[in-house]
């Protein structure tokens, strides 16, 4: 491991400036990311700015009916959160879900949103990756990318999002607030993370020091009918093969609205925008959920090894909006 | 337990580990925390090529950072003498012959400074192509001159093509087992020391005098000038059975920094790339049975893989020698040697992946034959081994099996797949037999003293790899003196002891339990014939060696066992669970209630992992193992297992060894998933053949 200098700001500006001068330094939240992939030689910053101390770690609710999450909130607390968990059950579940209950004790709300992707190759120094050293080329495409993209991958890059708690934050319509060198954002998450395009070192669109202090859901009346299915190889503390965060608002066997994001099949959250369009205002039957499924995976492109996830994606999508629906058996 | 055993009583009962309390509070002393004056710490360099030679190796940059003592390379590394052992012969030249290869070591004051410096160090490379595609249809596979423990790597017995032609039903079908690697807790490490010629080895060891015999030579010293010292030892699994590099890179660096102790311990990256693992295997099973079910032919033949540098065969096909009966059996084994790191011994080897095959297509025989697959186990059993000819010394197969259907509840079971549902659960339920050789290994002695207040300390350099053997031992020498446990003191885990075989093949407790029954016997003989049956005040000590067991010629040895598993399949998404298992061991005599649940567990789990877990990824165009960390490399977690319902049959076999014993280390493990893959099938009617059973080869 590079040796490297550990600082702690007083306040948010000074954390932002602390990095200003500083184009390898990085912020550090519950380091249960950042740090294992300075040990591996992955990440090799020279000065880690510990931002957790600096950010709120309240769970608010917002005037407008919403819920305003401080970045330093620890994952373990947002999932137990009686607020979260009776509004937001997917986001509860997608939580528990990852990690084991010491790692979620202290990862922390802005980490999570930016942890790297599990890719063997980019966490060996030793192999060729794009997304750690641009134009090495990508080891995955020919190479064992059973857990690598469906959807939205590029020649350069095949890698997936690992976070289980973004895709639940994609399907509620989150919004992550930042602070940075040019002031505060309030970024919709759909555009938070990107997709690899001949740009795969960037997995977010945020500038250097930019620092994420919170995230807020908007209010969505149907978000308590929301779940998270994960699809995992054991029982427990692995990541997704696949996953889906579902929303789902029914009248009368009828879908009025819905919300769908999938995990493990793109280098982003993937929001299912085509089957909440195939879907809405549609007859509530494993059918439709079905064929709007089918909709959104048409454009799939699986690769040597992962082929499985397309009809993995689509039976988790019916099985989810069946449950939502009050169909599931 | 802890309550005191009456003098004679031990054996048997579930007495607590005598070294738990130190366990639990961290106070047994492991390999790494032995505590010596001014350690420095050892950080290996590790090939990144597969096959090639290192052209120019530049540590100036290393060696300029503070707290680095020396890098050591192929260039001034001290000569080992030549065994012919290519993987332990390391630094010798430049030459690599796998992918992740020790090619050199930074010795630092810190672990920090070592690991940090190693990534200075400039190595080029003159790479050659690499060759590391394990396929059944090379050229150039070949027949190994012996399998490991020394079996025949081919055997035929009748005429298996001919009763396989007249066979009224037949059976045809291959299976596939992955690259799998050993993960003990604790990763290999060791604290090497020089001292006026003698090296002291504070090792991870599963045996002592393995380590002493293994590494003297290629220092070109005596035995006796290797002391090595293993008291405490988490985990082996196979992996610390013969030494591997990293012990010899560690002493190499001690002889760079004379006198100051070194101290090396691999991370868990480095598990997966240099110290032994499973192979991977290819097996084609052909069953041949009459209109009834009685199997006329079996045949396995294998193909698996080893080292371009150093010959490992596992013994894959040996268990469809004896297992059930056929006048017509034929097996055989073919190697592929690549450009991959050197296979080695992992719990069972050969009958842990034989009888995954073999287990699985007598559960699809069984089903071609209309037959419930355990009558048809029972139906097909053999009177006697059919590889040596010779009888069973006990045989306790049957009796599993009806025993674990009892407690299991397989009356009335439907056959046919898919016949149960939970919800969107698919439920189906699978048997499968295990089968596990009594082995016994040479050169033990032991001593045990007297003292007059009538304590006994046993000495004998036996290791405790997380078994129990620390309390086990205790348990035979107390009854066979006629004391309490508590009189009996152990001492094992250092060549200071007398000579042991090491803790492999199961056979520990044959081994050192009979060496240490004859030491008794020789001691209570001396009290009574010099002593006049009383204990002197100055203390009375004798020694014995292990005596040959004239039955071993007479009788073929094995421990039996029945697993039967529930499996539950997610019709939508192919997870897999299995809520219970039952297994039924026949093993002889069980000398620990309680440690032997431990190990029979340990090894169920192991099936259980191997069945939907665990597979080493190999990118055949770099040469490693691409998933090493267990973020990648699945094992179970609690949640993956369910009940376990073990237990085990009274079995008197008076020819194994005068405890009545047979090994129990590696049994559990063995057909375990193949029980598993048969309940899949029952739930789902997907039969797959190559493990693990992940989701994607479920989904459709
Ligand atoms: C063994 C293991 C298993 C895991 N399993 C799962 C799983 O199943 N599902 C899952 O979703 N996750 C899983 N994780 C990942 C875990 O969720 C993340 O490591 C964690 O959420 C990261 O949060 P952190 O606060 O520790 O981030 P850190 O490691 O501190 O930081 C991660 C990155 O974010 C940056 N950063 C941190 N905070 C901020 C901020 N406020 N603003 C801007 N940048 C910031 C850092 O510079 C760094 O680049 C697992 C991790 C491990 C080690
Ligand atoms: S998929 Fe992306 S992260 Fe993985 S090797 Fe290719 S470029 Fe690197």
């Known amino acids: 491991m590079k040796p490297y200098r550990y600082e702690r700001a007083e306040d948010i500006s000074g954390a932002i400036s602390a990095l200003a001068d500083e184009p390898e330094g990085a912020f550090l939240g519950g380091g249960t990311n950042i740090v294992d992939l300075m040990k591996l030689g992955v990440s090799t910053p020279d000065v880690l700015v510990d931002v957790r101390r600096l950010m709120s770690d309240d769970i608010e609710e917002t005037e407008d009916g919403g819920v305003r999450i401080g970045a330093a909130v620890p994952n373990s607390d947002l999932a137990a959160d009686p607020t979260i968990r009776t509004r937001y059950p997917a986001l509860s579940e997608a939580l528990l879900s990852g990690a084991s209950g010491q790692l979620r004790n202290m990862a922390t709300t802005g980490g999570n949103f930016l942890q790297r992707t599990r890719c063997v190759y980019f966490q060996d120094t030793t192999t060729p990756c794009n997304k750690r050293e641009p134009g090495s080329g990508c080891s995955a495409l020919d190479g064992y990318n059973k857990n690598h993209a469906i959807l939205g991958s590029s020649e350069h890059c095949v890698a997936t999002h690992p976070s289980d708690m973004a895709v639940a934050m994609a399907a509620l319509d989150a919004f992550v607030v930042t602070h940075g060198p040019n002031g505060e954002r309030r970024i919709p998450i759909e555009e938070l993370h990107r997709l690899p395009g001949d740009e795969p070192e960037r997995d977010t669109i945020l500038e250097h020091g930019e620092l994420i202090t919170a995230v807020e859901l908007p209010p969505m009346g149907f978000s308590s009918n929301s779940k998270y299915r994960k699809v995992r190889e054991r029982a427990s503390y692995a990541f997704a093969l696949v996953s889906v965060a579902a929303a789902m608002d029914v009248e009368d066997g009828v879908v009025r609205d819905v919300r769908v994001a999938l995990g493990g099949v793109a280098h982003k959250p993937w929001r299912a925008t085509k089957v909440e369009e195939a879907l809405r205002g549609e007859p509530v039957s494993e059918e439709n959920f079905r064929a709007a499924a089918e909709i959104e995976l048409s454009e799939a492109e699986p690769l040597s090894e992962n082929a499985y996830k397309v009809p993995l994606a689509r039976n988790v999508m019916v099985r989810t909006l069946s449950d939502l629906s009050g169909e599931g058996r | ?583 039924v061991f026949a093993a002889g005599r069980i000398i620990n209630a309680k440690t032997a649940r431990s190990q029979f567990m340990g090894g169920m789990v192991m099936g259980l992992s191997a069945a939907l877990h665990e597979e080493s990824v190999l990118d055949t165009r770099f040469g490693h193992v691409v998933n090493h960390d267990f973020a990648e490399y699945h094992i179970p977690t609690n949640a993956d297992v369910g009940e376990l319902d073990i237990s085990w049959i009274e079995e008197d076999d008076p020819y194994v060894n005068p405890m009545g014993s047979k090994g129990i280390g590696e049994i559990g493990i063995v057909g375990s998933a193949a029980a598993v893959a048969n309940a899949v099938y029952h739930a789902t009617g997907t039969r797959v053949r190559e493990l693990p059973i992940t989701p994607d080869k479920l989904i459709s």
């Open chain 2, 1 to 583: 337990m802890t309550a005191t055993q009456a003098p004679g009583k031990s054996v048997g009962a579930p007495i607590s580990r005598v070294e738990g309390h130190l366990k639990v509070r961290g106070a047994a002393t492991y390999a790494y925390e032995h505590r010596l004056d001014e350690p420095a710490y050892l950080h290996p360099l590790q090939s990144t090529i597969a096959n090639g030679r290192v052209a120019k190796i530049d540590a100036s940059r290393a060696e300029a950072e503070p707290g680095v003592v020396a890098v050591l390379t192929h260039e001034n590394a001290p000569k080992l003498e030549a065994v012919g052992d290519a993987e332990l012969e390391i630094l010798q030249n430049g030459e690599v012959g796998f992918r992740g290869q020790f090619i050199g070591a930074v010795i630092a004051d810190t672990f920090e400074a070592a690991r940090y410096a190693a990534g200075l160090v400039e190595i080029e490379y003159e790479e050659r192509e690499t060759d590391a595609d394990f396929r059944p249809d090379r050229d150039d596979l070949y027949t190994p001159e012996q399998l490991n423990a020394g079996f025949e790597p081919d055997t035929s017995v009748g005429d298996v093509d001919g009763a396989l032609a007249s066979a009224a039903v037949k059976f045809d079908a291959t299976y596939t087992t992955p690259r799998e690697h050993n993960n003990p807790m604790e990763p290999h490490s060791s604290i090497a020391v020089w001292d006026e010629g003698e090296l002291t080895l504070y090792e991870s060891t599963q045996g002592v005098y393995w380590t002493q015999n293994t590494i003297a030579p290629l220092f070109g010293l005596d035995a006796e000038k290797v002391h090595v010292i293993s008291p405490h030892v988490g985990g082996g699994f196979g992996s610390k059975g013969l030494p591997h590099a990293n012990v010899v890179l560690a002493a190499l660096a001690a002889m760079l920094v004379e006198g100051r102790p070194v101290k090396f311990a691999l991370t868990r990256h480095m598990m997966f790339s240099v110290a032994g693992y499973r192979t991977p295997t290819i097996q084609r099973i052909r069953l041949g049975a009459d209109a009834e079910g009685k199997l006329s032919a079996i045949c396995n033949d294998v193909v698996e893989q080893t080292s371009k540098i150093k010959e490992f065969a596992e013994q894959t096909g040996t268990s469809a020698r004896m297992m059930y009966d056929s006048s017509n059996i034929q097996t055989t084994h073919l190697l592929a040697a690549l450009d991959v790191a050197v296979p080695s011994w992992l719990r069972a080897p050969g009958e842990a992946p034989g009888m995954f095959a073999l287990e699985s297509a007598m559960d699809e025989m069984a089903i071609e034959c209309d037959l419930d697959p355990v009558e048809f186990r029972i139906m097909n059993e053999p009177e006697k081994d059919l590889e040596s000819g010779l009888p069973f010394s006990s045989r306790g197969l049957v009796a599993c099996l009806r025993e674990g259907a009892e407690r299991f509840g397989w009356d009335g079971r439907n056959p046919t797949p898919r016949s149960e549902r939970d919800g969107r659960w698919l439920v189906g339920t699978g048997v499968a037999s295990s089968v596990y050789p009594v082995f016994s290994m040479g050169g033990n002695a032991a001593t045990i003293r007297a003292d007059s207040d009538g304590k006994y300390v046993v000495e004998i350099g036996a290791a405790d790899i997380g078994t129990g053997t620390w309390t086990t031992l205790g348990q035979i020498a107390a009854d066979e003196l006629g004391v309490s446990f508590e009189d009996v003191e152990m001492k094992i885990g250092d060549t200071k002891f007398p000579n042991a075989s090491g803790a492999g093949g199961s056979s520990g407790i044959t081994s050192w339990g009979s060496t240490l029954v004859e030491a008794a016997r020789s001691l209570r003989e001396k009290i009574e014939a010099e002593h006049g049956g009383n204990i002197p005040d100055e203390g009375v000590e004798a020694s014995a060696k292990m005596p040959k067991n004239p039955h071993r010629k007479e009788y073929a040895m094995y421990a039996f066992g029945a697993h039967f598993v529930e499996a539950r399949v997610d019709e939508d998404t192919g997870e897999v669970r299995v809520p219970r298992m039952t297994s």
